[in-house]
């Protein structure tokens, strides 16, 4: 039994793949700009894909299926939150960008103002697409908030199946920010489009300063995180689950994500544990996370199937996890923005 929205649900399964928010699914704001010709912009479809047909139909029912959905008002305030570092300073070429922080203001008003905590929609089989890939689409408004709200590449959503007190199935959908996905665009030079003509030698020349001011800020970010995994294994020198001592076989891990840290932040020991390529997985992903007590707490997001097969068992005690006041305020960042819970 869960909690969601101050309502009794059982949990029943949990769909095996992350739905990743694609940029043509997104209003036209949000789509990331890669062409000048106005001719050739697409202003969105509301189709999503989902993943194959049979796996599709096998969690959300037989083919033709039309099901009820519903998001938490409280979900989106959070994951607007969670995502308005990318608002406000963006790591990709979105057509409004210049009009972001005020999307992003108007965007949090509207849910803000929202009536409902839960926000339902129903969602349809798309049968009549041919091919093995299964898409659902919907006219609904809650779904219609998942295409206004997110920002393409840097967003994905989880679905659990459940069931509501009389009986009904129902699938509970959450949005979710991709830190690694922010993270990997910030680290890569932007690609800039060359003028025309006399200008041309103009954008070459901006190109290129450019372009080496951000390999530069590269390089710097690499030394900067050489040192703090060094610092790191100073305070951390094995996995505090498996207990290997092999830093070959350690990942440097943020616990305040790099993505939504600042420069201080990013090389602060502090901000890090030393794990196992898996247990880094959980954590960076907010499959697991920690109390100020060293216990750790697992996604309900996890089947039950994969949490027994990892060997993980929720509010276990860690004895060996490092924790100290640092630690335990970065930690309060990621329980309440990264965990899955």
């Known amino acids: 039994m869960i909690l969601l929205g101050n309502e009794k649900f059982n949990l029943i399964d949990v769909f095996p793949k992350i739905l990743a928010i694609p940029d043509s699914f997104v209003v036209r704001n949000n789509k990331i700009q890669t062409t000048t010709d106005k001719r050739k912009e697409s202003h969105g479809e509301a189709k999503l894909?989902?993943?194959?047909?049979?796996?599709?139909?096998?969690?959300?029912g037989q083919e033709g299926f039309r099901v009820t959905c519903f998001m938490l008002k409280q979900d989106l305030i959070n994951y607007l939150n969670t995502l308005k570092i990318e608002y406000l300073n963006p790591s990709q070429n979105y057509r409004g960008m210049e009009n972001l922080s005020t999307l992003w203001t108007e965007r949090m008003n509207k849910i803000v103002h929202l009536q409902n905590e839960i926000i339902t929609f129903e969602i349809s089989d798309q049968k009549?697409?041919?091919?093995?890939?299964?898409?659902?689409?919907?006219?609904?408004?809650?779904?219609?908030l998942i295409r206004e709200l997110s920002l393409p590449l840097v967003s994905y959503i989880l679905v659990k199946k459940l069931t509501d007190t009389a009986g009904n199935e129902l699938y509970y959908w959450k949005l979710f920010v991709d830190f690694d996905a922010i993270k990997q665009m910030k680290s890569l030079p932007t690609i800039f489009a060359y003028g025309k003509g006399k200008q041309q030698l103009q954008e070459v020349d901006k190109t290129e300063k450019k372009i080496e001011e951000e390999v530069n800020s590269i390089k710097k970010g690499r030394e900067?995180?050489?040192?703090?995994?060094?610092?790191?294994?100073?305070?951390?020198?094995?996995?505090?689950?498996?207990?290997?001592?092999?830093?070959?076989?350690l990942i440097a891990s943020h616990i305040k994500p790099w993505a939504v840290s600042n420069e201080k932040e990013r090389i602060d020991?502090?901000?890090?544990?030393?794990?196992?390529?898996?247990?880094?997985?959980?954590?960076?992903?907010?499959?697991?996370?920690?109390?100020?007590?060293?216990?750790?707490?697992?996604?309900?997001?996890?089947?039950?199937?994969?949490?027994?097969?990892l060997g993980l068992e929720d509010d276990k005690f860690i004895q060996m996890l490092p924790m100290d006041e640092k630690r335990i305020k970065y930690l309060e960042f990621h329980r309440q923005f990264v965990f899955k819970g």
């Open 49 to 60: 894909y989902i993943s194959s047909k049979d796996t599709m139909r096998e969690f959300y």
């Open 269 to 309: 020991p502090y901000n890090g544990y030393m794990l196992t390529p898996t247990y880094d997985r959980l954590f960076d992903q907010g499959f697991i996370t920690f109390t100020e007590d060293r216990h750790v707490h697992i996604s309900n997001f996890l089947s039950n199937r994969t949490c027994k097969l």
């Open 224 to 249: 900067g995180q050489q040192k703090y995994r060094e610092k790191l294994l100073e305070q951390c020198s094995y996995c505090p689950f498996t207990m290997v001592a092999d830093d070959r076989l």
């Open 128 to 144: 009549q697409i041919k091919g093995p890939r299964g898409y659902v689409n919907s006219s609904d408004a809650g779904y219609q």
